[in-house]
């Protein structure tokens, strides 16, 4: 991913999904899906999160399912994560 013409950090993964901008486009965010040995964790401008068994879709929309990776108005990014039987809503502040 290349972000205001930097080169950021590659991941080996399965799936790169939801970039998602903060409203004022200052900040980034993304989810990493099966990296390592098959762990999920969120991308907040260049700094990895928490990893997890899974992060979870939040909504559905013509039968595909969105990613749960939101920007709130409180300048935090919100997901929904799995670890093992236990369901997480992650609210993480911005950098």
């Known amino acids: 991913m290349i972000v205001d013409g930097q080169e950021e950090r590659q991941y080996n993964a399965n799936a790169l999904i939801n970039l998602t901008f903060s409203r004022d486009s200052r900040h980034f965010a993304f989810e990493v899906h099966g990296a390592g040995i098959g ?35 409180e300048n935090s990014v919100t997901y929904l994560a799995r670890k093992g039987r236990k369901f997480y809503r992650v609210t993480k502040p911005l950098p």
């Open 39 to 73: 762990k999920s964790f969120v991308v907040v401008d260049d700094r990895e999160g928490k990893h997890y068994d899974e992060l979870l879709a939040g909504e559905q929309r013509r039968g595909m399912a969105k990613g749960s990776l939101r920007f709130t108005a």
